[in-house]
């Protein structure tokens, strides 16, 4: 999937690391790393894509392929040759240099990863793009990731369905059936879809109608719902899943200086429990790529005597996602100081409030089994969780669920204090 290079084509980027296994990032061998090759960067990194670099241009007069690789060192991408896990390969597409190259890396890359797919299993195609054609109708670009997909198939998507009345390739060739890895225009479709979106085959139009029928009440559903924010409340209202648990920010300030300062002051935050991760930071003014960024890794924008624009403030709104201005340093550490915390799991300790020891066991008719004990020391509380032990084994563990009093007294003293009136109970 080819994706532009301009800063304006930022939602293509992220889409496009979302729906691809491994990404080639192009730099310029003249140019060096662009914002945009950055951009790329931090998007392929959120969606937990593996790069390899190719260094275009390397036929230039002007070319230095050394030098990108320094700028790529210090994005956490370093070459191979340097000691780094980034495999990178100079190429000349003009002079058609090092293509073959470049792709033993890509089949390198996807044997390692174990990249498979069975073309006789269940169909899975994504959406890479659509749009509305005047003639053709509707008309979207998928590519078929497991599966093949054949002309009549009937197929759905989200909210959108159809039966496959035509398969168009990249050439403009009509086909019967498309397979694995294979990018086709599909004709027939009820409505525009969205990219990303998964379709998958179904034996009649009466179903396909009904799943999207049922997910469009869900999707209804839950708009009439308020939509969860990524906030710093959240997450201390909330803490994560079992394991190392991270909090991603993106931080913007107003200068380098100030940049450097904030990024320095939360470099050192976290343990081992859990950790805060920088996936991005800038100079300037907070921008759509930071919200896009922030949406697809769900993290927390924070800046630094830095201004956001109201289109910004409203793109961030729709995507939920929260931006938090700060002036002074120390209110961002004492923010993601708490949300760290707040982000740990609890340790609990036991705490020794009584001894008791059991006298008596009484068996009460829809009750149960009741415990006549003597308490030997400190204070038994409802609610409080108990040991029962015997010869020093634990025999059984529980909270106490009733408490009742009674006074205990010798044979003798009962019978004197027969019938007298104690508080309401009589003896």
Avoid at 15 to 26: E, F, N, R, S, Y
Wanted: glycine share 8%; net charge negative; aromatic share 4%.
């Amino acid at each position: 999937i080819d994706t532009p290079g301009h800063e304006a084509f930022t939602a293509m980027r992220a889409q496009g690391a979302k729906v691809t296994d491994i990404v080639v990032l192009v730099v310029a061998a003249d140019d060096g790393v662009m914002p945009q090759t950055e951009e790329a960067i931090n998007h392929a990194r959120a969606a937990n894509v593996p790069i390899i670099v190719a260094i275009n241009k390397i036929d230039k007069e002007n070319a230095n392929p050394e030098k990108v690789k320094k700028q790529l060192a210090r994005y956490g991408l370093t070459p191979e040759e340097w000691g780094g896990e980034t495999i990178c390969v100079e190429v000349s597409a003009l002079k058609k240099q090092g293509l073959d190259e470049l792709l033993e890396m890509i089949l390198l890359q996807a044997e390692i990863m174990e990249l498979t797919g069975d073309p006789n299993g269940e169909l899975k195609a994504i959406v890479i793009e659509s749009e509305m054609d005047r003639q053709k109708g509707p008309v979207s670009t998928l590519l078929i990731k497991q599966g093949t997909l054949k002309v009549g198939n009937i197929i759905v998507g989200g909210e959108v369905y159809g039966k496959v009345r035509a398969l168009i390739n990249w050439k403009g060739d009509r086909l019967k059936e498309a397979t694995i890895s294979t990018p086709v225009q599909v004709l027939g479709l009820s409505d525009v879809s969205v990219p990303g979106q998964i379709f998958t085959k179904v034996e009649s139009e009466r179903k396909a109608r009904r799943i999207t029928e049922k997910i469009k009440e869900e999707k209804r559903q839950k708009s009439l719902r308020r939509r969860e924010q990524v906030t710093l409340e959240s997450i201390l209202a909330s803490p994560e899943e079992e394991g190392v648990k991270t909090l991603n920010v993106i931080v913007k300030a107003e200068s380098q200086g100030s940049l450097k300062a904030v990024v320095d002051s939360l470099a050192n935050m976290g343990d081992e429990e859990v950790k805060l991760e920088i996936i991005s930071q800038g100079v300037g003014e907070i921008k759509k790529s930071d919200i896009l960024l922030a949406s697809t890794s769900k993290a927390i924008i924070l800046g630094f005597n830095v201004d956001v624009p109201s289109e910004i403030q409203s793109i961030a709104k729709q995507e939920q996602v929260e931006i938090r201005q700060y002036q002074v340093i120390y209110e961002i550490i004492e923010d993601i100081k708490r949300a760290l915390q707040g982000m740990v799991e609890p340790v609990y300790t036991e705490e020794l409030i009584a001894r008791a020891e059991i006298r008596e066991i009484f068996k009460i008719p829809r009750v149960g089994t009741v415990a006549g004990c003597y308490v030997k020391e400190g204070k038994v509380v409802r609610g409080a969780e108990t040991k029962v032990l015997r010869n020093g084994e634990i025999i059984g563990e529980g909270p106490i669920v009733s408490l009742k009093s009674c006074l205990l007294y010798t044979s003798d003293a009962a019978d004197e204090l027969d019938g007298v009136d104690l508080g309401g109970r009589r003896i």
